[in-house]
């Protein structure tokens, strides 16, 4: 390889103009073997064209759906105050959520395109038909909230909107791992944990920057530490499952992504567990899990295409389950 | 086709006529050995059974050592040569071979460094003192003809024992038996092992039950013997019977599209149509004298005087008569060189003031282009008419001259026109190919602005002339006065016809109607006609060029396609398809027979010879011309009718080829104290330098330069690469590919490797060595290459300055709708072959069902996709077959998809992998040519001839065009939010460009790395497998544009069927690597609608190896999902709830 090459030394060009091997009677790669073969080392498959307002959406969503629940326990626990705000934060937050993805279209224009379809097999348009769903529900619940007006209608929309809001947060999880993209696909187990995990950490870290009171202080402590929990629990199964394919998120990008969210997340947990009454400290445990959120997402993202771009990460498993498949 | 082995020296065939080589590959799938001699591995070489890299130059020294092999081993097929080769005639006693006076024949004249030929004779043959001496005149060295010459008929002493010490036969034997396999590997630097496999596999496959074919093409004729290599080739060719029968013959490969039709209606300074000798001052001085001098007396030149006075008739019609000569005077006279050297030299003296250029590029094509381009500063005028501002149009500001300061544009007073000239598509007209066959070309769209034909521009100049002169009296002007210039013209432009042109070249009789053969030609001025060889051409008032029958609507010879001079013979010197007798050589390799019942000759082909001349014809004593000939002379062109192994008349070089090195080449002579070809032509000036040769004098310390190859390149060349690039525009590097082995006797000698030490890696990865940015290729492609040293091992690739002016940019028409109709409108489906493609569905045109829930979950349904997604009478599923063993690597796909779906182009990026400028496909490639090159070992048979690779060769080239896979289970469909992509009625699948909102999911999804989004476009974009033509009932456009049987396109389940087939034949062949991909129904993605015959892993190809559709997973990940967000939910209800406890 002399152009065009991501990695200057390059061994898999070598291996490229490699006659024909075979070890007969050799144990089957458990792992990616190390000398896959590739054509000039160019990505088998196409790098996901989607920029930085895709993981920002998934961020952002995940925080509309964590407010939602959130305002609706606040009301349910009487802390009509975070209800309110929760559910204008999460209205903001769809709001923010879906101009990213409509902005991230190659025709932003024909958005209302994905409305011509409901297809169970494609994420997007489901995510799309349940986004229709919960952005107006828990809009018409802040509005009520916020207005007075409709009381009824505006919590059935807000019991609505709880409803929907898990599936807001999970959705999101399963659009990246249903793709080609092998560090998404292959963590196809763990990743709606993640998310759901990373949300509602998210939203509790939400919660505590616009205020608590003392109902709902514990269950937002306990939120939060539940959500980080999460979060953090399904990424490090996650890496730990992913073996070879997990070397994306230890690398470049990803790396500093990965680390700078668990520490956010751990350490944002940690402070807002025990900021006891401590409404500054709570706030800052709370940023910092909404960063660790963030952090998380961009990492995830960058994972998946730093393992799109690498042909080994295609060809290796591929040629590992063909490798167990004959034996 | 009809060869069961081919020898291609001296040519790239693959990558220069991809179109011809299509016939070498279905030879070659037919079971024809295809061996590849030649210093560079190219993707010719990828494809044949055998590459054999000579030295370069050392043609000869391999030819002979087949013919000595032949000679050596009695494999000569003698039932053909005795009677149909001069090998018993006796030669002269004062004869001297080159064997006996080191080097030189006997005749030799060292003053004027020519030959006397007269020693040359057949004994007994009295030869006229002017007999053809136009060919023996230096500095008018055009070999073209053996009709000049002696009286004719068989030569009087004949042995048809072969074992007269004097007779061709055994000066032959002698002439080449130091031609050894030994000799051979000295000289040509080819181990004998590889060269007695050549020479058996050739002797093996000729005789009367088979045939071998010889192709060559400028990689022979470029050199100071190039008439000697064809030479050698047709004394090789005719010992082993191959000429005149299906499946042998020479194929010479041209420079050009149309450059055998530039040497039949000649461009040359001394041809005049049909191959006449231009008349020469005071020699010519009466047509008497012209014919007398050059006509044979046998064989169809016979006929000379009848195809000049022809000739004078179509330029002067009326004004032409017995009385004045036929205007014989009005001809032009040459008297002595007028060939572009000496006209450069003329112009540097001054005495050329004016120039026209024309299709050619001199300033960058030509020998020494420097020389050209300082001559050219020193015309007063210069036309050029190009397609677009080459660089001799541009060579007064921007040169290497004027970028050095040697030149200054305010010091050249040279005007310069610059006439932009219309395309082959902008204009009625034919080509003549290699084949000599003339195909017409129609116009298809009107040239552009100021773009003009050829025709127009000289038609209108004379028309001009012609004006500005009438009423003129100065009989200097009655030629041009006196001139049939009255083609009809049509039009805006005024574009004379070209087919009145044809018509006229054709020819007609004094009732003015067009001829239908030659023979119909006459001597007293009734016939007129503007080259003999092509009359036939507009028989029957029909332009027989414009004929195109489909090859499956006629037989094997396809006479109904287009028209081959002369009158339409498909195969010449056919009679020697038959013995002496007039019976087939045998049953398989039946071609012409003699037909007793009928008293004529018959088979599929036109004759080439009386029709009705008995096989025991004996000429009468009087008889000439063709009736002079025997029944059993098959050469009708040749004064004795007989294939000539010796030349006893006719070549400036002598009767025999003989090996001598290169004008240039550092390496003496093993065979000879005669270093170079003796009688080469040399242009010695202070602005002409020779490098030094071995032992010679040359002023220059390097070994080679470029501007002194004695090459005249092709700049022009264009449309065999995608978008008009390579080779015009390709960077510089990328001729430059080498091939170990090649070495000669002498490795690379350190000092002449100056700088560029690197070479002696290059040799042993010779896959890389052609990239630009490998050290030894010198600069970048913004610069011309470093002209300094090679190794003198390889003198084979040399870097060469190409042309480096941009193109200006296509203008672009606006994209149509690839689902749409626009593109049927170019192509009715009336016009789409029979046969081809599923019919277009009944009923109008269906609508796109929507895909049913689950259905493509629910995989291992036997129906087709289509009729799974809701169609309810879909056509069968189609799909394609990618043969990569068939791959040229011609791009011919990649460019028909971009021309048939408006696809853009993405530029020309030179990536450094192989001869791949895409890398993968994309939103805008929807075809890819993938180029792998690899190390490859394969032990050699115990035969030592049926082995794929050779052992020796050391690398293997794979070839393969990729595209969408249009898979059963298709991610990208199945994701897609808003129901762009769709599943067609041929089961293929479709993103249509009005409903997609560029989500990129489908990017995402697809497990090839197939579809993308285009940047600017925001729209996802892939191959629609030409859903448009589909529906108009025709093939896919890369289908259809790949010229071997490559890309094949049909019914999946035939073409399953097929592939299985395939495999098994190549597993029997012992290319036991073969491996389908994407076949197979049980794999991750439900089997391609596009699969694939590989020779390797498939992700050596780019291909993963086990592609799994990523909705497969998708129940799974639902749940998961739903897991997750019910865990989500309870645990928010926990922390709440439980809070309040």
Redesign the interface.
Known sequence: MTMGSRTPQAPATRDATRPIERRPGAEPAVVPPADVRTYYDRPVLKVPVWGSYIPAYFFAGGVSAGSALVAAGAQVVGDHALARRAQAASVAAIGVSSALLVADLGRPERFHHMLRVAKVTSPMSVGTWVLAGFGPATGLAAVSQLTGLLPRLGRMAQGAAAALAPAVATYTAVLLTDTAVPAWHGARRELPFAFAGSAVASAAGLAAVLGLDARSAPAIRRLAVAGAAVELGATQVMEQRLGELAAPYRTGAARRLVTAAKAFTAAGAATLALAGGRRRTAATGGALLLAGSLCERFAIFHAGLASARDPRATIGPQRARLAARSV | VNSDCILIMGSNMAECHPVGFQWVMEAKADGAKVIHVDPRFTRTSAVAHHHVPLRAGSDIAFLGGIINYILEHGREFRDYVVPYTNAGAIIEESFRDTEDLDGLFSGWDPERRVYDPASWQYEGVAVAAAAGQREMTPGIGQEYGSHGGFSGGRPPNFDPMLEHPRCVFQILKKHYRRYTPEMVEEICGVPRERFVQVAEALCANSGPERTSAVVYSVGWTQHSVGAQNIRAAAIIQLLLGNMGRPGGGILALRGHASIQGSTDIPTLYDLLPGYLPMPQAHRHTSLADYVEADSGRTGFWGHMDAYTVSLLKAYWGEAATPENDFCFGYLPRINGDHSIYQAVLSMLDGAVQGFFVMGENPAVGSANSGLHRRAMAKLDWLVVRDLVEVETAAFWYDSPEIESGELRTTDIATEVFFLPAAAHTEKDGTFTQTQRLLQWHHKAVEPKGDCRSELWFYYHLGRIIREKLAGSTDDRDRPLLDLTWDYPTSGETADPEAAAVLREVNGWGTDGRALSSYTELAADGSTASGCWIYCGSYAGEVNQTARRTPRREQDSVAPAWGWAWPANRRLLYNRASADPAGRPWSERKRYLWWEEADGRWRGADIPDFQVTKRPDYIPPGEARAEDALRGDDPFIMQTDGVGWLYVPFGLVDGPLPTHYEPHESPFTNRLSSVQANPVRQTYRRLENRYNPTAGGTGRLRLPVRDDHLPAHGAPHRRGHEPFRGPPRRAAAGDVLRGEPGAGGRAGPHPRWLGHHRVLPDRHRSP??GH?P??AAAGPGPARPPDRTALPLGQPGHLPRRRGQRPLPPRPRPQRSHPGGQGGDLRHPPGTAPAGTGPAPPGGGVPTPG??R??D??SAHVALDPAARTGYDTPPDRVGFFTDTTLCIGCKACEVACKEWNNVPGTGLHF????Y?NT??L?ASTWRHV?F??????LPPSPDGNEAQGDGRTGVRWLMSSDVCKHCTEA?CL???????LFRTEFSTVVVQPD???????C???????????REG????WKCTMCYDRLRGGMEPACAKACPTQSIQFGRLADLRLHAAERVEQLHAEGIT?ARLYGADEEDGVGGCGAFFLLL??P?????????VV??R??P???K??????????A??????????R
Request: net charge negative; with cysteine; hydrophobic share 35%.
């Open positions: 896959g890389r990239r940015d490998a929507r895909p829930r689950g493509t979950m990536l450094g992998s192989s791949d890398g993968q994309g993938a792998v090159e690899q190390p490859w070992e991610g199945e994701v897609c939010p808003t129901g762009a409903i997609c909102n560029g989500c990129g999911y990017v995402s999804a697809c497990p090839f790395g197939v579809i993308d989004r476009d925001g729209r996802a690597e390797d892993d992700e050596v190809y780019g291909l993963p190896p086990d592609p990523t909705t997973d998708l799974q990940m639902w998961t999902a739903a897991v997750a967000a019910l865990t989500m939910a645990g928010t209800v926990a922390a709440f709830v439980g809070g309040r």
